[in-house]
């Protein structure tokens, strides 16, 4: 019986999941920021009021990944003149590998071929514009997902000790203990020893040792 309960709680959180994928996705994302950025905000912090640390750490990530973007772009269009050259010019050599044995399609055949695409395009224009528009639309969920995923990183890098233990107490004394063992400890943090770091055998770097998002920081050796 309890297995067959499991069970179908498990559905009706995988049902819940799939309706609210988009914040479900924007949580997940939010505690991978969360794990990333806590280190810097704990160090910040020792400097500033925390609050002023998490703007500021987050505006450093922002603009480090901005500026890792801006490079990339710089690069590929540096890039873009040679690949259009090495486009147009792989294209001559299919067409003359076509012209050419075993196949020797008429140059006439392939001048057609490339009319009839473009006849092809013009009359899908309308089902070429509407897959634009719906692309468009999932660049923007994502974009919303990612502001999301921003807003709740804010509260779990200021507050994810005060709202863990908050959750915790929702659930009682006794499960509450019980998942309180298991997050800390699956974040890094062992439960025995308040305010100490367990650092796993197969993750010992500084960084990881203070990934935490229930409060394990500057304490941590």
Request: proline share 5%; glycine share 10%; aromatic share 8%.
């Amino acid at each position: 019986m309890r297995l067959l309960l499991v069970g179908a709680a498990a559905y009706a959180l995988f049902l819940l999941l799939e309706r609210l994928q988009l914040v479900a996705v924007a949580l997940f994302v939010a505690l991978v920021f969360t794990a990333v950025l806590r280190p810097l905000v704990d160090l910040v912090a020792r400097m500033m009021p925390r609050p002023l640390a998490v703007l500021v750490s987050l505006v450093a990530a922002i603009v480090a990944v901005v500026g890792l973007l801006v490079g990339v772009g710089e690069v590929v269009a540096a890039e873009s003149a040679a690949l259009g050259r090495e486009v147009r010019g792989g294209l001559d050599r299919i067409e003359r590998w076509l012209q050419g044995p075993p196949f020797h399609v008429d140059a006439g055949a392939l001048s057609n071929l490339q009319g009839k695409l473009g006849s092809y395009v013009s009359g899908h224009r309308g089902w070429l514009v509407s897959t634009a528009v719906s692309s468009a639309g999932r660049v923007v969920e994502a974009v919303t997902g990612l502001a999301l995923a921003l807003f709740c990183s804010v509260f779990f890098l200021h507050s994810g000790e005060r709202m863990w233990d908050w959750a915790q107490r929702q659930l009682g004394p006794r499960t509450g203990a019980t998942w309180d063992r298991v997050g800390r400890t699956a974040w890094g943090r062992s439960p025995a020893t308040p305010g100490a770091c367990w650092r796993p055998a197969a993750t010992p770097s500084w960084w990881e040792s203070r990934c935490s998002p229930y409060g394990c920081h500057s304490h941590c050796r």
